[in-house]
T-cell receptor, first 112, second 113 residues
Framework: DAGVTQSPTHLIKTRGQQVTLRCSPKSGHDTVSWYQQALGQGPQFIFQ???????QRGNFPDRFSGHQFPNYSSELNVNALLLGDSALYLC???????????FGPGTRLTVL | QKEVEQNSGPLSVPEGAIASLNCTYS??????FFWYRQYSGKSPELIMSIYSNGDKEDGRFTAQLNKASQYVSLLIRDSQPSDSATYLCAVLNYGGSQGNLIFGKGTKLSVKP
């Protein structure tokens, strides 16, 4: 049973560029949440997708957007990258009705 | 602003000792609590969840919850060097179809051989 997968593992971009990160949830899970983790900090909630719609959103600007596909996989898009967007981006999957969220390996984004 | 507070550490314990990690939260209405372990350079791994007051044991790990004091703790018995990691406390914030997690900054644990 495959766990949560994310791609790419690492990414280097320059300021102003755009990036797309991808996530496939654990088998049987239908909800995907995205988190940003800066160095030395706990993960911060970006947004959550269920039934192909954004259901909740944290305190992140509109430069952060996402999508969920019919197979429950998800993308996180960040436009107009800033140096401060450098972080580990984590995808967590869960199943409606259960509270536990399971994280993928993450994508390390570096903005130069 | 809902908050989760943890001592950042580092917490250093000798091998075989009990490690005690603590967490407080601000939202009195919170019902679901989680402990994640994060090794350096890796993603968080769920190790315990707790929903009711009292203790919940799983192997060498015991989670303790006191909703009246808004306090969650994690005890690791017979600590091993492989337990050296950052431990993240998380509280479920309900909203939308399912809740999102609010994390503390984590406590770094070092188990010395």
């Amino acid at each position: 049973d495959a766990g949560v997968t994310q791609s790419p593992t690492h990414l280097i971009k320059t300021r102003g560029q755009q990036v797309t990160l991808r996530c496939s949830p654990k088998s049987g899970h239908d909800t995907v949440s995205w988190y940003q983790q800066a160095l030395g900090q706990g993960p911060q909630f970006i947004f959550q997708y269920y039934e192909e719609e954004e259901r909740q959103r944290g305190n992140f600007p509109d430069r952060f957007s996402g999508h969920q596909f019919p197979n429950y996989s998800s993308e996180l898009n960040v436009n107009a990258l800033l140096l401060g967007d450098s972080a580990l981006y984590l995808c967590a999957s869960s199943w409606t009705g259960y509270n536990e969220q399971f994280f993928g390996p993450g994508t390390r984004l570096t903005v130069l | 602003q809902k908050e989760v507070e943890q001592n950042s550490g580092p917490l250093s314990v000798p091998e075989g000792a009990i490690a005690s990690l603590n967490c407080t939260y601000s939202d009195r209405g919170s019902q679901s609590f989680f402990w994640y372990r994060q090794y350096s350079g890796k993603s968080p791994e769920l190790i315990m969840s707790i929903y009711s007051n009292g203790d919940k044991e799983d192997g060498r790990f015991t989670a303790q919850l006191n909703k009246a004091s808004q306090y969650v703790s994690l005890l690791i018995r017979d600590s091993q060097p492989s337990d050296s990691a950052t431990y993240l406390c998380a509280v479920l914030n309900y909203g939308g179809s399912q809740g999102n997690l609010i994390f503390g900054k984590g406590t770094k644990l070092s188990v010395k051989p």
